[in-house]
């Protein structure tokens, strides 16, 4: 069923006693009597009062399950990650393009510029990433989204090595780096996903590991996340 709907329905749900009073009211107003709108506003005020936490509590459960929290993870813990780690919550999707197996991951180019020196590193979120059931052991899934983790290391290290061949320390220029640098990681990103249909063309996956690793070993020297100028 459309996600939408079923939000729609439960709103609807919820809200069925509101629109039983308002039926009581607009019967009631026409014989002049008024008490059953000052009810009525008074019982519309309390399910508002109610709702509103819930969504809020709702909202930041999708984005951050608090409930079932994991820090982010460094690129160095990449080997221990597993789908044990995907920890967020999807309230509603239950397919992808009609797919059960499917997974989603949340990773991130981070950065902290001081006087001298500059942190990069790249991080992987396990309480923002879930998989639809994680049951099924999918290998291929997982290391589909292992390499979105991948990627994501790959370019915080082409960061590092264009900040690294700079002459001098210069912020501006070292956050533009970054600033451009996480603009074509996420355009990568996409194209990994469309190329390789979210892992299930098994040919260009190969390419895009293939790729990835070896750009990856080539930048070697850079996976120390601090630049000391």
């Given amino acids: 069923m459309n996600e939408n709907l079923i939000a729609t329905l439960i709103l609807l749900v919820y809200f069925s006693p509101v629109f039983y009073q308002l039926r009581i009211v607009i019967k009631e107003s026409k014989k002049g009597n008024r008490i059953p709108l000052r009810k009525f506003l008074k019982f519309l005020k309390y399910s508002f009062l109610i709702l509103i936490p819930i969504l ?22 990449y080997d221990q990650i597993t789908f044990e780690n995907f920890r967020g919550l999807e309230f509603f999707k239950k397919s992808l393009y009609g797919n059960e197996r499917f997974a989603y991951v949340v990773t991130s180019i981070e950065s902290d510029i001081n006087d001298d020196s500059v942190i990069i590193q790249s991080l ?21 989204e292992k390499y979105h983790i991948k990627i994501t290391e790959l370019f915080t290290r082409k960061a590092k090595e264009k900040i690294s061949n700079l002459n001098q320390f210069e912020k501006e220029e070292i956050e533009k780096i970054i600033k451009e640098i996480k603009k074509d990681e996420r355009k990568f990103q996409k194209e990994y996903d ?4 979210h892992s299930y063309v098994l040919s260009e996956q190969k390419r895009y590991e293939k790729e990835v690793d070896s750009l990856l070993n080539l930048l070697t020297e850079y996976k120390k996340p601090k630049i000391q100028f």
């Fill in 124 to 144: 992987f979120y396990p309480s923002r990433s879930f998989v639809y059931k994680k049951n099924m052991n999918s290998k291929e899934l997982l290391n589909h």
């Fill in 194 to 197: 469309y190329d390789t249909f």
């Fill in 56 to 77: 809020i509590g709702f909202t930041i459960l999708s984005h951050t399950n608090f409930l079932n929290y994991e820090r982010p993870l460094t690129f160095d813990k």
